[in-house]
């Protein structure tokens, strides 16, 4: 095993050494990050929208049944599986805000064709699919993209703080969007709820537009294939232990939840009978502690290891899923101990994911920065997109309540390695990557 040639109290030291210099700016007074991050609020709360909204349309205007259903969200993570790399490749060499302007503009006019086609009622499964099939394509550029445009936007001493501000909206997107897509939903109908989001991207492409901020070029270098960067960067993620290490713990916890996302649905509403209001208060409540973990990450990070910190955090964005088939009892009481079950798991996931983004773009050079991330997205939603279809076939053929037990065990399974890993040892940021 190949270690850094500084050891850990020195890279405290130089930690401590960074922390100790103050910033001559505060991020507040960065406008161009300001004008990202309230656009990319907005269209966080948009897309939250959708995501309760779309699949409700498919169950309740178009009656889809659980492999249809399984169907719809394996497209919509499809493109992660197929375009990851191509596009990480094709970020690195070019600057990020066009792109993100365009991926925003196409995914916002998408989105409008759903009721459209309700309104004309020409609205069926295979439009459906193919909407969000495009969709997730766009939806893959524009995450790679603003993935390495941030770093780019703010100075390195604020870059935990710029992504856990971008956390934060999300969290508090997941608090607000469902409660408003479950009563947009009973009160005018799932396709035109989607309307909202289709509308907040348009929002976001304005004020990318308005952002004054030079953007570095893409450094020149010599002429290479396709395949010669996407091997490059694919070889940084693998050689880099802790990149590897929360690559393999995202791809089989998102395919986990895949399987909770489906499955849950089915059951809270065919099974238990919550109402999508319901339903959507329950993701709502329960996600503010999405808000608050993204909000106090910052602070742990600077008093708690950060190794047992995405250890623990891990363990509780995963454990209390246990609870969701293992419980029986009235409307009521269900849904406020689901409630409590997805509180607990946001708080821990807001930590994380701060966290662990944060980590990962403090050890990657710019110039390798879409290439990680897009390799990263790969595996990590590449178990996200397989994640629909075995919940699929396991609501067809199990149940869905049987399908909760076997995504909980799967959730057991999957922190082993990342105990048995080097990133449980980890104290601090690490300026250099170790390797295996």
């Known amino acids: 095993m190949c270690v850094p040639q500084n050891d850990t109290s020195a890279q405290e030291t130089i930690l401590s050494d960074v922390q100790a210099i103050a910033p001559r700016k505060t991020l507040w007074q960065n406008t161009g990050f300001i004008k990202f991050w309230t656009g990319e609020s907005i269209s966080l709360f948009g897309s939250q929208i959708t995501l309760l909204a779309l699949p409700l349309a498919a169950v309740l205007v178009l009656n889809a049944n659980a492999e249809q259903l399984g169907w719809l969200r394996f497209l919509e993570t499809a493109p992660y599986l197929l375009f990851p790399l191509l596009f990480g490749v094709w970020v690195d060499r070019h600057q990020k805000r066009p792109l993100m302007i365009v991926a925003n503009a196409t995914r916002g006019v998408l989105i409008a064709f759903v009721p459209l086609l309700a309104f004309l009622h020409l609205l069926s499964l295979v439009p459906l699919y193919l909407i969000s099939f495009i969709v997730g394509i766009f939806t893959v550029l524009y995450d790679l993209c603003w ?209 662990s983004t944060s980590l990962r773009q403090a050890v990657t050079p710019p110039a390798l920065m879409a290439r990680m991330n897009a390799t990263l997205r790969l595996i990590s939603y590449g178990g996200g997109t397989l994640g629909p279809l075995a919940a699929g076939f396991l609501g067809t053929w199990i149940g869905a309540r049987a399908s909760l037990w076997v995504a909980s065990i799967g959730f057991l399974l999957a922190l082993v390695p990342l105990f048995l890993s080097p990133v449980r040892r980890m104290r601090v940021f690490p300026h250099e990557y170790v390797v295996w």
Not at 309 to 332: D, E, H, N, R, Y
């Open 147 to 355: 993935l390495s445009f941030v770093p780019a936007l703010v100075s390195k001493e604020h870059l935990l703080e710029a992504n856990s501000r971008v956390t934060t909206s999300a969290s508090a997107a997941e608090v607000a969007g469902p409660g408003l897509a479950g009563g947009l939903v009973q009160l005018l109908t799932a396709p035109l709820a989607l309307l909202l989001d289709s509308l907040s991207y348009i929002v976001s492409v304005i004020l990318l537009l308005s952002i004054r901020h030079q953007e570095p070029l893409p450094e020149e270098k010599q002429e290479t294939s396709l395949l010669m960067d996407m091997r490059e960067g694919f070889r940084f993620v693998w050689s880099n232990t802790y990149i590897r290490i929360l690559a393999f713990q995202a791809g089989v916890w998102n395919f986990c939840y895949a399987i909770v996302d489906i499955a849950f649905l089915l059951y809270a509403i065919h099974q238990i009978g919550f109402t999508p209001g319901v339903l959507g208060i329950i993701y709502a409540v329960g996600a503010v502690g999405g808000i608050l973990g993204s909000t106090i990450a910052n602070t742990l990070a600077r008093r708690f290891p950060l190794g047992p910190m995405i250890c623990a955090t891990f363990t509780l964005g995963s454990v209390p899923f246990l609870l969701l088939p293992a419980l029986t009892g009235s409307q009521k009481v269900l849904a406020t101990i689901f409630t409590m079950v997805f509180f607990l798991v946001r708080t821990a996931l807001g930590i994380y994911a701060v966290q």
